[in-house]
């Protein structure tokens, strides 16, 4: 499906988990689609304890694409709702509070999918 190359999707997605790392967003995953979906390549999944931490950590993954010069296609959700969702194309990015995390269970609607160790990367 890829808008970028499956490599630079791959890099961006390592980059946007780290975006969210240096803003403290916690139990972060990276998740590899690409032989599950057409829809996207990879899932970054994250938690951001309060509204203010969750805009943050938007702010931190937005400037972190934006350095490639790469916007996102769509963004729904807003910190007060407890979900905010970057869709890159080949690239999406969800940040939950810890109950809506729990409620929407991506990791495990999505268990067959490949987690990356991006923090070794």
Same mark, same amino acid.
């Given at each position: 499906?890829? =808008?970028? @190359?499956?490599?630079? $999707? ?6 946007? $988990? +780290?975006a969210a &790392?240096?803003?403290? $967003?916690?139990?972060?995953?990276? /998740?590899? /689609?690409?032989?599950?979906? /057409?829809? *996207? ?8 304890? &309060?509204?203010?931490?969750?805009? =943050?950590?938007? +702010?931190?993954?937005?400037?972190a694409m ?6 996102? /296609? =769509?963004?729904?959700?807003? =910190?007060? &709702? ?7 194309? &080949? ?5 939950? *509070? @810890?109950?809506?995390? *729990? ?10 999918? +490949? @987690?990356?160790?991006?923090a070794q +990367?």
């Amino acid at each position: 499906m890829s =808008a970028m @190359p499956e490599r630079d $999707a791959r890099t961006r997605a390592v980059r946007c $988990a +780290e975006a969210a &790392s240096s803003k403290q $967003a916690e139990d972060i995953v990276v /998740l590899d /689609l690409q032989a599950l979906t /057409l829809v *996207t390549d990879y899932f970054v999944i994250c938690t951001g304890t &309060s509204s203010v931490q969750i805009r =943050a950590i938007v +702010e931190a993954v937005e400037e972190a694409m934006a350095g490639d010069r790469v916007h996102p /296609l =769509a963004r729904e959700g807003d =910190a007060q &709702s407890g979900w905010v969702l970057l869709d890159f194309g &080949s690239l999406v990015v969800h940040i939950f *509070t @810890p109950q809506t995390r *729990t409620f929407y269970k991506l990791e495990r609607l999505w268990g067959d999918a +490949e @987690p990356l160790a991006w923090a070794q +990367e």
